[in-house]
């Protein structure tokens, strides 16, 4: 069974940064390609970003040069480093393997 839980969300202000991790289990994490998504309040979920299980990436537009999504398949652990941080960014941020979501994890962006 697919198990995926997000840690590292928070308060922060405009400007700033976190750094989002999600443990997995349940799969072979080395194999299988990863998303962060999020959903902000009041609006549809979202991709964020991407890695395949070599290493390639692809980010949404409105976080291009800002996140970086990165994993580690010895430690089983993806992770998003998120810079710059704008209010727009506030949202639950979860990482995925296909269909499944772990429970997701708070991001705040507030002055």
């Known amino acids: 069974e697919v198990h995926l839980v997000e840690s590292g969300g928070g308060l922060v202000e405009p400007g700033g940064s976190l750094r989002l991790s999600c443990a997995a289990s349940?799969?072979?994490?080395?194999?299988?390609?990863m998303s962060w998504v999020r959903q902000a309040p009041g609006k549809e979920i979202e991709w964020v970003a991407y890695i395949n299980s070599y290493g390639v990436t692809e980010y949404r537009d409105f976080v291009k040069g800002r996140f970086t999504i990165s994993r580690d398949n010895a430690k089983n652990t993806l992770t998003l480093q998120m810079n710059s941080l704008k209010l727009e960014d506030t949202a639950v941020y979860y990482c995925?393997?296909?269909?499944?979501r772990g429970q997701g994890t708070r991001v705040t962006v507030s002055s």
């Open positions: 995925s393997q296909g269909s499944v």
């Open positions: 349940g799969f072979t994490f080395a194999l299988s390609p």
